[in-house]
Structures are given as structure tokens and as C-alpha cells.
């Protein structure tokens, strides 16, 4: 017989184990869906990984999948660690692209337009984000429905742009005006997609990690969500610190929306975004919060992202298979936290 019993400690190498064992599991797991599709597990895993690793061409093409979900685990994992639950980066990635695609459209010399753009596009994301904030902080409204049913709002918002307004009259298109040429980031390896965006998610990771580490802000965060009581006794205004904090957190997942534009498609349309802003969810999950291991997660999904197709091609099993791989990781990580707070122990039944 087994019950859980609540840790007094929890190892450092058991804290680094758990993202591993998640992702080992979330494999072992998937492996069966593989079966049932007629193909080989190792062949088909061997095919995703090699597709999306297996080469430089590879590798710069998971990179550029991965930045968004750098900059949305990383909107995500700030917003967490203040308890302040940000469903909305798909919302705010969106509307992120929507203001840098404004802005980009005006002719300016290249650096300015840039500059703007990251600024106009940080700035739609962070206002978005400020509405569920504001609504848990003045009138007790949970941020989970609230942000979670404003990336609704914003999508359907940006559909009436590219349908009505910004629609192309010549093809018929629902796309926008395309950015300058000015405006697009520069292509840093020739003949392939690796843009500065990409760069500047690497190096937003340890800025943030810096920032909730070694700051008076990221104190406040962190106690704001371990103990907002204790946090108001030391003085500390909660409801500021939140206000605070769903401003960086969206910010951080409108550069996801502007890197799309300026580095990738340069222009809007409906499909911009597969679902960055929930694939955050999931590498700052994996990432236990931590900004540094938001990198190596946003890296093994884009790997799974871009290797899909290829597995799909070569195989015959769905490429919806790395959907199911991200759904299982989540889940498998939060059991695995489960494991940080309790053990299981053999009880012995009396003869």
C-alpha cells in the first residue's frame, strides 16, 4: 500500500531531473499514437528530430520557431511567478504583430523602423495585458477567464482588419500591406530565415532571468507570488507589483508578435501564429518558471514543430502528433512537480 507524503526537502539534481523526465515520458507516452498510425516509433522519432536538428539549415529553422515561444514562455513565466495567470500571450503576440505591422508600413530609415516597431509592438502587448490585471485588481474579475477570452477579442479584432480595412484589393487576400522593405530585420546566416529576433529572444532569457533574480522588481515578484500577505506586510503594494508585472509579461509576448512580422512573413495575416502564445504556456511549465530554461524548452518544441511535417511525409503519421507531444508535456510536468512537494511511501499492512 502507498500514500504521498509531503517532502522536507527536495534535492537540486531531482529539481533539474524533472523537465527531463517529463519530456522522456511525454515520448514513451506518444510513442503508442505512433504505433497505431502502421509506423515505426524509433524510425519516426529518429525522422522528427533529424528533420529539425540534423543539419545547420535544420537547426536555424527550429531557431526561428522557437524565438516566439522564447519571448511567450517568457511573458508566461514572469506572469506566473507573481500568480498573475496570463493565459492571453496568444492575444497580446497578436496584437504585437498587428502595431509593429503599422508602423513597419511607414517609409523611415531601417534602424528607426526597427526600434519602433519593437516599441509599438511591446506596448500593444503590455496594454493588453494590462485589462485582465486591472479587472483581478479592482474588481476581484479571475485573470485566467479574463485573459484567456481576450485572445478571442484581439483575433477577431485583427480578422475584421485583414478582412475589411487592410484587406489586398488586387489578389483578395485577408493579408495586410506588407512592411517596408526597410522595416524587415536582417537575415544574419545567408540563404536561410535566422533573423535578429531570434538573437535578441536568445538574449532577452538571462536579461529577464537577471531581472527576477537580481532586482528589486523580481523580489517583489517573487514574494508577491509565494505570499502576497507576508508581501504586504514588508510594505510591498500587490496590487501594483501586478499591475507591474502583467505589463512586462506582456510586453515580452508583443515581441514575439513583432518578430513574426519583421523576421518572417513581414505583413499579418490569420495564421500568423499557430499557437505561439499557448506553446508558452507549456515551455515555461517545462521550464519550471525559470527564464534560462525557457530556451532549451522553446527549442525541443520548435524541434517537434518543425520535425512533424517531415516525421508526416516520411511516415505517414499526422503531423497533429506534435500538438498531442506539447498537450502530454504539460501534463507530464505537472505531475512531475507534484513530486517536488510529496514522495510516495510503502505503508505496511498489519497481518
Avoid at 61 to 74: H, K, S
Avoid at 138 to 144: E, G, I, Q, T, W
Avoid at 253 to 259: N, T
Avoid at 309 to 331: K, W
Wanted: proline content about 5%; charged content about 10%; glycine content about 10%.
Amino acid at each position: 500500500m502507498f500514500r504521498l507524503e509531503v517532502r522536507t526537502s527536495t534535492p537540486a539534481w531531482f529539481n533539474l531531473a524533472l523537465p527531463l523526465l517529463a519530456i522522456g515520458a511525454t515520448l514513451v507516452l506518444c510513442s503508442g499514437l505512433i504505433a497505431l498510425a502502421g509506423a515505426g516509433v524509433l524510425e519516426s522519432y529518429g525522422v522528427m528530430f533529424t528533420a529539425s536538428l540534423g543539419d545547420s539549415y535544420a537547426i536555424t529553422e527550429t531557431l526561428v520557431r522557437a524565438a516566439p515561444m522564447i519571448f511567450t514562455g517568457l511573458a508566461v513565466a514572469v506572469a506566473f511567478r507573481a500568480k498573475f495567470w496570463n493565459i492571453g500571450a496568444e492575444g497580446q503576440l497578436l496584437a504585437g504583430a498587428v502595431a509593429s505591422c503599422f508602423v513597419g508600413a511607414i517609409p523611415m530609415p531601417g534602424a528607426l523602423a526597427m526600434l519602433l516597431m519593437a516599441v509599438a509592438g511591446a506596448a500593444a502587448g503590455a496594454a493588453v495585458a494590462l485589462v485582465p490585471a486591472t479587472l483581478r485588481v479592482k474588481f476581484r474579475v479571475d485573470d485566467v477567464v479574463s485573459s484567456l477570452l481576450l485572445n478571442s477579442v484581439i483575433y477577431y479584432a485583427l480578422m475584421a482588419l485583414i478582412e475589411g480595412p487592410w484587406k489586398d484589393s488586387f489578389s483578395g487576400y485577408p493579408i495586410s500591406p506588407p512592411i517596408e522593405d526597410s522595416a524587415n530585420f536582417p537575415v544574419l546566416i545567408e540563404g536561410t530565415r535566422l533573423h535578429l529576433g531570434v538573437v535578441v529572444a536568445l538574449i532577452a532569457a538571462p536579461l529577464i532571468w537577471f531581472l527576477i533574480a537580481r532586482t528589486t522588481l523580481g523580489f517583489r515578484i517573487r514574494v508577491t507570488g509565494e505570499n502576497p500577505e507576508a508581501a504586504r506586510y514588508g510594505g510591498i503594494h500587490v496590487e501594483r507589483v501586478l499591475l507591474s508585472t502583467a505589463l512586462l509579461s506582456g510586453a515580452l509576448a508583443g515581441l514575439a508578435g513583432v518578430g513574426e512580422v519583421g523576421g518572417v512573413h513581414f505583413q499579418v495575416m490569420s495564421d500568423i501564429s499557430p499557437g505561439y502564445g499557448y506553446s508558452g504556456i507549456v515551455v515555461a511549465m517545462l521550464a519550471r518558471l525559470n527564464p534560462l530554461g525557457v530556451v532549451p524548452a522553446a527549442i525541443f518544441l520548435a524541434a517537434v514543430m518543425t520535425g512533424a511535417e517531415a516525421m508526416s511525409r516520411a511516415t505517414g503519421v499526422p503531423a497533429f502528433l506534435s500538438d498531442v507531444i506539447q498537450g502530454t508535456a504539460l501534463l507530464a510536468m505537472l505531475v512531475a512537480l507534484l513530486f517536488t512537494a510529496y514522495r510516495i511511501r510503502r505503508v505496511g499492512t498489519a497481518s
